[in-house]
């Protein structure tokens, strides 16, 4: 059993658009991006339904800072673990990705393990979706 894109609201699956183009802007901003990261990035915009408009779309209010810290950083890198596992297949690069992504908004590289761990377990354990959300600061403590 595997939590299921299907079961997310408008408002969840644009949450995790979001975030998706918080990474995808820091990565941008870094200048030279490895091919593999692309290719993660790229593969990520297409289970999404990213078009090629709002990849040219490069946000000029978009700051890495807004999110250091800040409570927006905790859900950003929760919706970018559940991205990971949106199509059953947790890839290795999938995981560097978020992990250097979860250093620079200030995380530990080993949130984006636990994350995914509760995540996968979730509806073993009984929980959904809405539940291991609120519920993110009690995960990562």
């Not at 949450?15 to 990035?41: A, P, R």
């Not at 779309?57 to 999110?67: A, F, G």
């Not at 995981?95 to 979860?102: F, I, P, W």
């Not at 530990?108 to 291991?132: C, E, R, Y």
Request: overall charge negative.
């Amino acid at each position: 059993m595997r939590i299921n894109s299907n079961n997310l609201s408008e408002e969840e699956i644009k949450s995790i658009k979001d975030s998706f183009f918080h990474i995808y802007h820091s990565f941008l901003n870094e200048g030279f991006i490895s091919k593999d990261f692309v290719g993660c990035l790229f593969k990520w915009g297409v289970q999404l339904h990213i078009t090629e408009d709002e990849l040219k779309y490069v946000d000029p209010e978009y700051d890495e800072e807004e999110i250091r810290g800040d409570e927006k950083a905790l859900p950003h890198l929760f919706n970018l673990v559940y991205m990971i596992y949106l199509d059953g297949k947790v890839e290795d690069i999938e995981l560097e990705v978020v992990t250097k992504y979860a250093e620079k908004i200030g995380f530990k590289s080993h949130i984006v393990n636990d994350l995914l761990k509760t995540i996968v377990t979730a509806p073993f354990d009984g929980f959904d979706f809405h539940h291991v959300k609120e519920h993110l600061r009690e995960i990562i403590e």
